[in-house]
């Protein structure tokens, strides 16, 4: 599975409304500044000089506020005196110097852009702003930039896509794995007559790698990650989940953890007989003859 795939299943990104996607610490958006690929993530200090434009996205008017830069070069040499520059030679310079800041922005919101002009008035303190930084591909800092924000352009950039699964806000996050031993059925009546000192062979055990149920979601075996479904099937399980993070799921799902490996379990290792989450017996491990066997300790 991808990356992705798997923070879609979870309930705590899948369920995350726009805004708090977009207000995660993993956010980072791919984009490219003319022909550098680059990422655009929201930590961007609030900058306390900008020159202020008002521009349309599509239908909508908002305020972006540009940080001077060295990279802006003729808008740059002029900056500590922009106030003097008279509005058309300032704007043909924002044109000229900008223009492939104002085409990835363009490109990030999915809404065409023009400039109205310089903003009419300053800015109030209180507007909410999204506040932006590029970084190289090299992760260095690029330019940076303030935008006005509104419904619309949070719900165009907080999507799961954007999401960086490397960062730890993601990677730490704890989940809960059951442990499987074995699966297996057993005709209904054989099943409701399971009574203490039965014992169910489990062949498995020290020939095939246990593998771990996470999330009730994901299958990790051996093969990787995929998906999961409870199915119904009899499920031996270790008595308690172990925990397990994001990373390391996302880990195994694209090969860069180490595979599972068949294990002994010590005689007398508690185990649990589950059926659709349901307990159905409790009991231990043991040997019948020369075969491992799960002998119950208490049904029902």
């Known amino acids: 599975m991808k990356p992705l795939e798997i923070l879609s299943e979870l309930p705590q990104w899948a369920k995350a409304t726009a805004d708090n996607l977009l207000a995660s610490p993993a956010w980072a958006m791919p984009c490219r500044l003319g022909e550098q690929n680059c990422t655009m993530r929201l930590d961007a200090l609030r900058p306390s000089e900008t020159l202020d434009l008002l521009v349309r996205l599509g239908t909508e008017e908002h305020v972006l506020g540009l940080c001077d830069s060295e990279n802006l070069g003729e808008l740059h040499a002029v900056w500590p005196t922009r106030a003097e520059v008279p509005e ?14 104002l085409q990835l922005i363009e490109n990030a919101v999915r809404q065409q852009l023009s400039i ?15 506040f932006a930084q590029i970084y190289s591909a090299e992760g260095g800092p690029v330019c940076s930039f303030s935008l006005s924000s509104s419904s619309t352009l949070v719900s165009a950039l907080g999507q799961l896509r954007f999401l960086d699964a490397t960062h730890p806000a993601i990677r730490d996050c704890m989940l809960s794995a059951d442990v499987e031993f074995a699966t297996f059925a057993l005709p209904t009546t054989d099943l409701a007559a399971l009574a203490p000192g039965d014992a169910l062979l489990l062949p498995e055990i020290g020939t095939m790698p246990p593998r771990k149920v996470v999330a009730e979601r994901f299958l990790v075996s051996e093969n990787g990650v995929i998906g999961w479904k409870d199915d119904g099937a009899l499920r031996v399980l270790a ?10 799921l996302l880990d195994l799902a694209v090969g860069n953890a180490t595979s599972p490996t068949p294990q002994s379990l010590p005689a007398n290792t508690p185990l649990r007989l589950v059926r659709f989450g349901k307990t159905l017996a409790v ?18």
């Open 88 to 101: 058309p030679v300032l704007l043909a310079l924002v044109e000229k110097e900008c223009g492939m800041l």
């Open 116 to 130: 109205v002009g310089i903003a009419p008035s300053p800015r109030d303190p209180d507007e909410q702003a999204l």
């Open 239 to 248: 008595t308690e989940p172990i925990a397990m993070t994001v990373g390391e």
């Open 283 to 300: 009991g231990r491990l043991d040997v019948v003859g020369t075969q491992q066997a799960f002998v119950i300790d208490a049904a029902g």
